[in-house]
Every structure is written in structure tokens, then in C-alpha cells.
């Protein structure tokens, strides 16, 4: 397979994954019938799409229409966090769909909208890209809000097809979480809980991408109710449970709990996709491109899909990286 053919697999492969994700979280779509295998994270999949989705409007546009109607459930604490520093994000991009929710939907998304704005003025480019051939850049009605972060696109009208997340599906589980305890680090907590038999406070931080102190408080906080107990040990070293992690199951009717790290899976293929995007690439022999991608194995990613959770990401690494469109087209 050249490597051309096998950009234009993962581009496709990439994309599903959005549309599969997104359509379980309540974006109209085809293809979340049944429940999905994983819980999902909505902040890791907005700062990925910020990025992927400029390859497809319908779903850009879709996505910006779905917050409007699930905003209120988005931590923009951790998302931020993820913005300033995730190579899966595209920054300005994450900044146009929060200058539009800033515009319609209150004061929530307005600073985020403020902090991403581009701090040069350079001249404006396509919003939404080609694979093979370059973005046209001409519109008919162009939208004030992209100009401001440096795009020319259409202006942006919201579809309004969407619909409240779903609560007959696991994968948007930590949503329903945060309809129980607040967008506090509470729901992250308690979702990695039912994920561990025990954790300490640095491992909760890890994987929910909250700081160790909000981990604390949280903790602190589960602990005066009935349903975290802590393990006394050494400073920073006491052990949390959930008390009765099979009845709280029960009560949540999930089918499955597992949550991933998406954050660390979405930015290692983010990593993968700029990489294979590249277009000095194309040229390139097979040989040459293969120790591309094991140099970015070396240097980016190392072990992440091995620990990361994401059962059919696991084995990925240089030599099977010709599975990886396969791969992600199994991830539901």
C-alpha cells in the first residue's frame, strides 16, 4: 500500500471515530446502535475534533450545535487544560466554536473564547480543509466570529438536529455523572473509582487531568458520604474506594464503566495523524516512512496505547502500524 492510499484510510478511519463518538453522545448520525464499549470523554473529544473535524463541516458544524444544547455538562476548567497544552488540539478552531457558544449561550464559554483568540494578525485561511487538494477559501456570507480567529468560512448557522446526551447509553455516562455531582472533579473521581479497585490521589489526577489539590477536595468530600472509603497511609499515600462499587453499578444501569484516557490516546493520535498528513511524506519510500513513524513511536508515544486503555489501540506500534485504520474502525 502506498503511502498516499494509507493516509487517506486513516483520514477516513479517523473521522468514523469522530462521527461514532459524537453520535453516541447524541449528535444525529448512523451508527450507535446498541452500547458503545467505553465511556466517553467529552473534553478530549472536543480538543481532537477542534483539529479532525476541520475535514468535515457537517460534523464541525454539528458538534458546535450539540454543545449548544449539552454545554452546561462541558468542564471548562479541564478543558481549558487540555487547550493549552494538547497536541490534539487546534487551538484557534476550539476558540471560533467557543466565540459562537459565547454568543449564544451566555457567559460560560466567553473566556475560554477570549484566551484562545490568536495573538498575531496574520492573514485569514480556509476553516475547512481538503485531504488531497487545497481549501478553498471563497464564501458567500462570511462569518465575523472565524474571522476574528484567523478563518474564512460561511456563516455559521446552527442546524438545531440535536438533542439532549443520551441516558440509555454508557458512553456518556460521565455526563450523567455530572447531572448527580456538578462539574466539579467529583464525577471524574468517582468514574475512575469504578475503574480501580483503589487509587491514590496523584492517580486520580493523572487520568482525569484535574489538579491534585481538586482531587483532594473531592475526595475529601466523597469520603463524609457513604459511598468512598479511604485507606489511611503515608503522606500523599491513603488509598480510595468506592464502598460498594457493585451496587452504585447497578444504580447507574451502565452496561460498562470503562473510561479510557482518551486525553492521552486522542493527543498520541494526533501525533500519528500530522505525522502521516505530512505531505513531504508522500514522496517518501515505504522504508523511509516506516522509520518515520518509528522515530515518532521513540520520541511522542512510547507506551501510551499500551496503557491507555483502549483495548483494540494496545499492540499498536511501528511494526502493525498498517492495522491502524482496521484498528480504529473497531473502536466503539
Same mark, same amino acid.
Given at each position: 500500500?502506498?503511502?498516499?492510499?494509507?493516509?487517506?484510510?486513516?483520514?477516513?478511519?479517523?473521522?468514523?471515530?469522530?462521527?461514532?463518538?459524537?453520535? *453516541?453522545?447524541?449528535?444525529?448520525?448512523?451508527?450507535?446502535?446498541?452500547?458503545?464499549?467505553?465511556?466517553?470523554?467529552?473534553?478530549?473529544?472536543?480538543?481532537?475534533?477542534?483539529?479532525?473535524?476541520?475535514?468535515?463541516?457537517?460534523?464541525?458544524?454539528?458538534?458546535?450545535?450539540?454543545?449548544?444544547?449539552?454545554?452546561?455538562?462541558?468542564?471548562?476548567?479541564?478543558?481549558?487544560?487540555?487547550?493549552?497544552?494538547?497536541?490534539?488540539?487546534?487551538?484557534?478552531? =476550539?476558540?471560533?466554536?467557543?466565540?459562537?457558544?459565547?454568543?449564544?449561550?451566555?457567559?460560560?464559554?466567553?473566556?475560554?473564547?477570549?484566551?484562545?483568540?490568536?495573538?498575531?494578525?496574520?492573514?485569514?485561511?480556509?476553516?475547512?480543509?481538503?485531504?488531497?487538494?487545497?481549501?478553498?477559501?471563497?464564501?458567500?456570507?462570511?462569518?465575523?466570529?472565524? =474571522?476574528?480567529?484567523?478563518?474564512?468560512?460561511?456563516?455559521?448557522?446552527?442546524?438545531?438536529?440535536?438533542?439532549?446526551?443520551?441516558?440509555?447509553?454508557?458512553?456518556?455516562?460521565?455526563?450523567?455523572?455530572?447531572?448527580?455531582?456538578? =462539574?466539579?472533579?467529583?464525577?471524574?473521581?468517582?468514574?475512575?473509582?469504578?475503574?480501580?479497585?483503589?487509587?491514590?490521589?496523584?492517580?486520580?489526577?493523572?487520568?482525569?487531568?484535574?489538579?491534585?489539590?481538586?482531587?483532594?477536595?473531592?475526595?475529601?468530600?466523597?469520603?463524609?458520604?457513604?459511598?468512598?472509603?479511604?485507606?489511611?497511609?503515608?503522606?500523599?499515600?491513603?488509598?480510595?474506594?468506592?464502598?460498594?462499587?457493585?451496587?452504585?453499578?447497578?444504580?447507574?444501569?451502565?452496561?460498562?464503566?470503562?473510561?479510557?484516557?482518551? *486525553? *492521552?490516546?486522542?493527543?498520541?493520535?494526533?501525533? =500519528?495523524?500530522?505525522?502521516?498528513?505530512?505531505?513531504?511524506?508522500?514522496?517518501?519510500?515505504?522504508?523511509?516512512?516506516?522509520?518515520?513513524?518509528? *522515530?515518532?513511536?521513540?520520541?511522542?508515544?512510547?507506551?501510551?496505547?499500551?496503557?491507555?486503555?483502549?483495548?483494540?489501540?494496545?499492540?499498536?506500534?511501528?511494526?502493525?502500524?498498517?492495522?491502524?485504520?482496521?484498528?480504529?474502525?473497531?473502536?466503539?
Amino acid at each position: 500500500m502506498s503511502v498516499s492510499d494509507f493516509k487517506r484510510r486513516v483520514h477516513a478511519a479517523l473521522l468514523n471515530l469522530l462521527w461514532r463518538q459524537w453520535t *453516541r453522545l447524541g449528535v444525529p448520525g448512523h451508527g450507535a446502535g446498541g452500547q458503545g464499549a467505553y465511556v466517553l470523554d467529552p473534553e478530549a473529544l472536543l480538543a481532537f475534533s477542534s483539529r479532525l473535524a476541520r475535514y468535515d463541516q457537517r460534523l464541525f458544524d454539528l458538534l458546535i450545535d450539540w454543545l449548544r444544547i449539552n454545554g452546561d455538562y462541558i468542564n471548562i476548567q479541564r478543558l481549558k487544560a487540555s487547550a493549552l497544552k494538547s497536541p490534539s488540539v487546534d487551538a484557534a478552531a =476550539l476558540g471560533a466554536i467557543a466565540a459562537h457558544l459565547s454568543a449564544t449561550c451566555g457567559r460560560k464559554w466567553q473566556k475560554l473564547a477570549n484566551d484562545l483568540l490568536p495573538a498575531k494578525n496574520a492573514p485569514p485561511t480556509p476553516l475547512f480543509l481538503h485531504l488531497d487538494s487545497p481549501a478553498g477559501d471563497f464564501v458567500r456570507d462570511q462569518d465575523p466570529l472565524a =474571522l476574528r480567529y484567523g478563518f474564512v468560512r460561511n456563516l455559521y448557522r446552527p442546524p438545531g438536529k440535536t438533542t439532549p446526551f443520551p441516558l440509555n447509553d454508557g458512553a456518556s455516562l460521565l455526563l450523567q455523572l455530572r447531572g448527580m455531582f456538578g =462539574l466539579s472533579a467529583r464525577a471524574e473521581t468517582v468514574l475512575i473509582l469504578l475503574n480501580h479497585d483503589s487509587c491514590k490521589i496523584q492517580d486520580i489526577a493523572d487520568l482525569s487531568g484535574f489538579a491534585w489539590k481538586s482531587i483532594q477536595d473531592a475526595l475529601t468530600e466523597l469520603s463524609a458520604s457513604p459511598l468512598v472509603v479511604s485507606h489511611s497511609g503515608a503522606k500523599r499515600g491513603s488509598r480510595f474506594a468506592l464502598k460498594n462499587p457493585g451496587k452504585f453499578r447497578a444504580l447507574l444501569d451502565a452496561q460498562s464503566v470503562l473510561f479510557p484516557d482518551w *486525553r *492521552r490516546v486522542f493527543d498520541a493520535l494526533a501525533v =500519528l495523524w500530522t505525522t502521516i498528513a505530512n505531505p513531504r511524506l508522500t514522496s517518501l519510500s515505504e522504508q523511509t516512512f516506516n522509520s518515520e513513524i518509528k *522515530r515518532v513511536f521513540a520520541d511522542a508515544i512510547g507506551e501510551t496505547f499500551l496503557h491507555a486503555g483502549v483495548s483494540e489501540l494496545k499492540y499498536l506500534s511501528p511494526a502493525s502500524i498498517a492495522e491502524l485504520p482496521a484498528a480504529l474502525d473497531r473502536i466503539d
